[in-house]
């Protein structure tokens, strides 16, 4: 059984990864067959519904972070920095070797001598793994989802 102590710790974790810009550890925390959705409407129900802001399957994914890791990735000239926080983290389902989990983001991004601020509610589906927590997906949805951005290039 995931407690929700190790599901705030590895919450926690995955962060950490991505504030250091570690694209390619925060990649090993997800399963073979994963997805990461940010969606384009509140309470959107699908994906397929509506554009989404992000939808990656594992493959998609890969993908993003090869192009984070290339040091001439134009839409990360100059690189960004980020700093996130996470928070009220609640467990909404649990199963014997799976747990959802419901945690507050904000995430602060500097780039080009300008910040912009993202914040909304994730939800992951973590399953135990033999080697710990893996991310079965996730899903978060921006406070503004529905509003013009500027290039979302930084996972969230």
Avoid at 40 to 50: E, G, H, I, L
Avoid at 83 to 92: D, G, L, M, P
Wanted: one cysteine or more; proline letters at 4%; hydrophobic letters at 45%.
């Amino acid at each position: 059984m995931i407690s929700l102590a190790d599901a705030e710790r590895f919450l926690l974790h995955e962060a950490r990864l991505l504030d250091e810009a570690r694209f390619d550890d925060w990649l090993g925390l997800f399963t073979a067959d994963a997805w990461y959705w940010v969606p384009a409407v509140p309470d959107q129900a699908s994906p397929y519904d509506t554009v989404s802001l992000i939808y990656d399957d594992r493959r998609l994914l890969e993908t993003r972070v090869r192009r984070l890791s290339n040091p001439h990735i134009h839409a990360q000239t100059p690189p960004a920095h980020a700093s996130r926080i996470v928070a009220n983290v609640t467990v909404e389902e649990t199963g014997d070797a799976a747990l959802v989990v419901r945690s507050k983001l904000i995430m602060v991004e500097y780039r080009r001598n300008a910040q912009r601020l993202f914040a909304g509610t994730c939800r992951h589906r973590l399953v135990a793994d033999a080697g710990g927590l893996k991310i079965a997906w996730k899903r978060v949805d921006l406070v503004n989802c529905d509003s013009e951005h500027d290039g979302l290039v930084l996972p969230f």
